[in-house]
């Protein structure tokens, strides 16, 4: 089985300040990792993944995500926070062992940018 | 590309009436989910396909939903008869199967309100 927590509800952060928004697995295997944004009344848009490689993984908007296999995280970080940012975010993964090709999706995590 | 397609994008119906919600993935994606997403429960695989075939239907919640893929193109979700407990967001994705590591694209959404 594979499993996706996001231990916060909610990350507050002033415009400019980095942020980041926490996320763990647990898959079988290694893993295929991926990060999502939903702006209010819109569907998800992938953000960025982490397949193999590199442990830093860049992606839209300015975000990067850090795949640590150690600590089973992939943390999505952001240098300078923009308003704009403010939005719900999804973390995904799928285990390499995983029969399907179905992705497993935390619970969410709403980022509020404040000016 | 004009992405995935979700039609409609609102309705509203009484308890009791049948449903049917209709998704166009994208060209020459050949895996395509169903979820749904509420306040209470996040956000939730109902099934997928695999080349028009339905791989995991395991988190359908009853026997009135039933999910079809005719096409490649074409897929529809059908809840029959509705409750006001379907009430949500429903939301359709696609992606290439050939590889694990391939993202899925999501449409805009179909919210279904059941009074």
């Known amino acids: 089985a594979q499993s996706v927590a996001q231990p916060e509800d909610q990350v507050n952060v002033a415009e400019g300040n980095p942020l980041t928004v926490k996320c763990t697995y647990s898959v079988s295997g290694n893993p295929y990792l991926f990060w999502y944004v939903q702006y209010p009344n819109r569907g998800l848009q992938f953000l960025l993944k982490y397949i193999t490689g590199d442990n830093l993984v860049k992606g839209s908007y300015g975000f990067e995500a850090e795949f640590n296999k150690s600590q089973t995280s992939f943390h999505l970080k952001k240098p300078s926070a923009l308003v704009s940012d403010s939005a719900l975010y999804f973390c995904?993964?799928?285990?390499?062992?995983?029969?399907?090709?179905?992705?497993?999706f935390g619970g969410g995590t709403r980022l509020m940018v404040k000016p | 590309d004009a992405g995935v397609i979700q039609s409609p994008r609102h309705e509203v119906t009484e308890m009791g009436q049948e449903v049917t919600l209709r998704c166009k993935p994208i060209?020459?994606?050949?895996?395509l989910f169903w979820y749904r997403q509420t306040m209470m429960r996040g956000l939730e695989l109902l099934i997928y396909f695999n080349n028009n075939v339905p791989i995991d239907d395991s988190g359908m919640p009853e026997d009135r939903f039933s999910a079809k893929m005719p096409n490649a193109s074409f897929s529809t979700l059908k809840i029959q008869p509705s409750e006001p407990r379907d009430s949500a967001v429903y939301f359709c994705?696609?992606?290439?199967?050939?590889?694990?590591?391939?993202?899925?694209?999501f449409g805009p959404g179909t919210r279904l309100t059941v009074t």
């Open positions: 060209s020459g994606h050949n895996s």
């Open positions: 995904a993964v799928r285990g390499y062992n995983n029969a399907g090709n179905m992705l497993t």
């Open positions: 994705a696609s992606s290439l199967v050939a590889s694990k590591g391939e993202e899925q694209y």
